[in-house]
């Protein structure tokens, strides 16, 4: 058993002394990931305003009703506004001018006209529903101003003022609205943070590209005769546990990183790793099938490439299956990332059960044993064919 520990610590170093897998194993994952958590992720989406008049009293009240309406608020000089408008990074942006800060102000014991502020409106698609949760806010903060001049004129001071209206808030309930999403598909991605889907679709796509990448190794332990020395000997094992040593440290690294860095939330951590573990598995148990099969490093990895982005994108890691057709939604369950997708979908976005994911591990763990016993008879035959 330790010989057999010592060949895949090996397989692993072997691995990582690879300076190009630093890169492709460790960086462009989280790099893949951060890209789509933030155009296509759950918070892509939020309205977002930019504030010129920064430290205004019109201005702090305008951000706090905003933000009770989840708008995510920045302020910003007005050259700075109108840059972020040009660009797309921002919906709405609000130019408040010293005149209009000091109209505010200076409504506190007079009921003057409300101030007036500028508002342009950015060109994206979701611009105009932004626009009218600005002016709600407007109108919001205007009232409130209005109804404290009232109370001010009639005889109460500010302070006696706001302690009313902050009453009169508490005994009055505001009306509410609840909206009932009808769509299958929305609510099966409701709860999901920005990058929660990304991190778990680009974990499965990574590890089993990796895996397969490396079944060049495997090739090269053939031809060094490394492996008819392996197979004489009761360490047979030690190549699969490599390629498996491979795919599970990718795997926990993404995890540990997507949690770290973007608070991707994998649920029960024991559920994860257990299918992450199966599906590492069935990802090394592939490699070695490639490798036994094959005998020219280039073409292993250029197999391993293409096989491997067609599987992910077939079993959902590249766009969701919620979204596929009926006829490819069926076809997408011969591939493994289909099975793994579904048991992390379970656990992130409905804490699911062991019992809940065991029949996706009971597939992955089918597969896992079919494969391994096909790489081990085929590296077996691979030997009597010359390189």
């Known amino acids: 058993m330790t010989a057999v520990l010592a060949l895949a610590a090996v397989e692993l170093k072997r691995f990582l002394r690879d300076r190009s897998n630093i890169f492709f194993v460790f960086i462009f994952p989280l790099m893949l990931i951060l890209l789509i958590g933030s155009q296509f992720g759950a918070g892509a989406g939020q309205s977002r305003v930019a504030i010129s008049g920064s430290g205004t009293a019109v201005?702090?009240?305008?951000?706090?009703?905003?933000?009770?309406?989840?708008?995510?608020?920045?302020?910003?000089?007005s050259d700075a506004v109108r840059q972020e408008l040009s660009r797309g990074s921002t919906d709405v942006g609000l130019f408040i001018s010293e005149t209009a800060a000091a109209e505010f102000d200076a409504r506190g014991s007079e009921a003057g006209r409300p101030a007036e502020i500028e508002v342009v409106m950015g060109s994206q698609s979701g611009a105009q529903a932004v626009m009218q949760q600005v002016r709600t806010a407007i109108q919001s903060v205007n009232v409130e101003r209005g109804q404290l001049a009232a109370l001010t004129q009639a005889g109460l001071t500010a302070g006696q003022a706001g302690d009313a209206l902050a009453a009169a808030s508490q005994r009055l309930s505001a009306p509410k609205v609840e909206v009932v999403d009808t769509s299958e598909i929305a609510q099966e991605f409701r709860g999901l943070g920005q990058f929660d889907l990304g991190a778990a679709q680009q974990l499965l796509l990574f590890v089993f590209l990796s895996s397969l990448t490396g079944a060049t190794t495997?090739?090269?332990?053939?031809?060094?005769?490394?492996?008819?020395?392996?197979?004489?000997?009761?360490?047979?094992s030690g190549q699969a546990l490599g390629r498996f040593a491979i795919a599970l440290v990718q795997g926990g690294y993404i995890m540990l990183g997507t949690a770290l860095l973007f608070g991707v939330q994998w649920g029960s951590i024991p559920l994860s790793v257990m299918v992450l573990a199966l599906f590492c598995t069935v990802s090394a148990a592939a490699?070695?099938?490639?490798?036994?099969?094959?005998?020219?490093?280039?073409?292993?990895?250029?197999?391993?490439?293409?096989?491997?982005?067609?599987?992910?994108?077939?079993?959902?890691?590249?766009?969701?299956?919620?979204?596929?057709?009926?006829?490819?939604?069926?076809?997408?369950?011969?591939?493994?990332?289909r099975?793994?997708?579904?048991a992390f979908a379970e656990i992130q976005?409905?804490?699911?059960?062991?019992?809940?994911?065991?029949?996706q591990l009971g597939v992955l763990a089918a597969m896992a044993i079919a494969l391994l016993l096909l790489g081990s008879l085929l590296l077996r035959r691979s030997l009597n064919r010359s390189l």
Request: proline share 7%.
């Open 287 to 337: 490699a070695m099938v490639i490798g036994s099969v094959m005998d020219n490093d280039g073409a292993a990895s250029g197999v391993g490439v293409g096989a491997g982005l067609v599987l992910a994108g077939l079993g959902g890691c590249m766009v969701p299956p919620e979204l596929f057709p009926e006829t490819l939604r069926a076809v997408s369950y011969i591939t493994p990332h």
């Open 218 to 236: 495997l090739i090269q332990a053939r031809r060094l005769g490394v492996v008819p020395r392996m197979l004489a000997a009761p360490v047979s």
């Open 339 to 342: 099975y793994a997708y579904d």
């Open 59 to 77: 201005a702090e009240a305008v951000k706090t009703k905003l933000e009770a309406a989840d708008v995510d608020v920045t302020f910003a000089g």
């Open 349 to 359: 976005r409905h804490e699911g059960t062991l019992g809940d994911i065991l029949p």
